[in-house]
């Protein structure tokens, strides 16, 4: 009998193996190539990447694999990333980071060599963002004068932000943080821990701290079906040293996505109240519920699978 992270992750890579045509911006369906397209795009090869780690990556994510493939050497790709100005260098350093080995990365480096190199530097970021920058221009193996992890975590969200009260929260159902506070800490986790794959460099106080912290956060978004930040929270917690099923608010959450996903293996929007109607058009329902498939998927293929030594 499969597990329930078993489950998740075979259903979540289904629908999302049935789906590829709604990642690729150039595919017949499409109606034009889109920024948010290239966005989504981006998400499925993060997939790829952390899925090419196990000694037996699923093969369910071959046909996914080949479409990274094919648009990272797709000279029209890069330039959609110019949709939103405001992301455009962030998105073309991911873009290059998550590049699949063995490509002609003639285009990875035509987009390198467009980045502002203030992009690369410190000044005018927060300590989130400096994390986020070095994570990804690391793997990338661009210069940079980001400072050390070491200097970033004490001003990290995950030691940084203090979890309010249900009486002093600012949000109507009592939330410990704020949407974009919570979204900050789930990514800082991935970052320092290169999802999944190294320690986050904490411990003592500041490790017990965000222990808490994500264990307050997941326990909100069970109760309220938050479903997107339920899946980043425990895989936040596996990064940050716990088995999330050993905790009670980890094997909640676990649940409540096993709750949430459909017989087709979608996981149907952000959460309850933001989930896709089922009879949606595709390109709609795609749209709602491919980001919380996809980090499902993540979430359980990390979780279940060994700690590097």
Known sequence: MSSPLERLSAGALGWLGGNLDHFDPFSASARSATHGQAKAALELA????????????????????????????????????????????????????????????????????????????????????????????????????????????????????????????????????????????????????????????????????????????????????????AAELVLAQFILGSEPLDTSSGAAAVECLVRAQRPDGSVPGRSAALAAHPSAPGAEFFRKAYHTTLVTALMALIVSSPRPS
């Open 46 to 229: 993060l997939l790829c990447h952390c899925a090419a780690r196990p000694a037996d990556p699923p093969e369910a994510l071959d046909e996914a694999g080949a479409l990274v493939r094919k648009l990272w050497q797709d000279p029209d790709f890069p330039p959609l990333f110019a949709g939103v100005p405001k992301y455009a260098s962030t998105y073309g350093l991911v873009y290059a980071a998550l590049a699949p080995d063995g490509i002609d990365d003639t285009q990875v480096r035509a987009t390198l060599a467009r980045l502002d190199p203030g992009f690369l530097a410190p000044r005018g970021k927060s300590p989130y963002q400096r994390i986020e920058i070095r994570h990804y221009a690391d793997k990338a193996d661009v210069r940079h004068t980001i400072e050390p992890y070491a200097e970033l975590l004490p001003h990290s969200p995950l030691v940084a932000f203090r979890a309010a009260e249900p009486r002093d929260a600012t949000s109507g159902d009592g939330a410990p943080l704020t949407a974009p506070q919570a979204y900050a800490v789930t990514h800082t986790a991935f970052y320092l821990g290169d999802f999944g794959r190294t320690a986050p460099g904490l411990d003592g106080e500041a490790l017990a701290h965000a222990r808490d912290l994500v264990d307050r956060l997941l326990r909100h978004c069970v109760e309220h079906d938050r479903w997107d930040l």
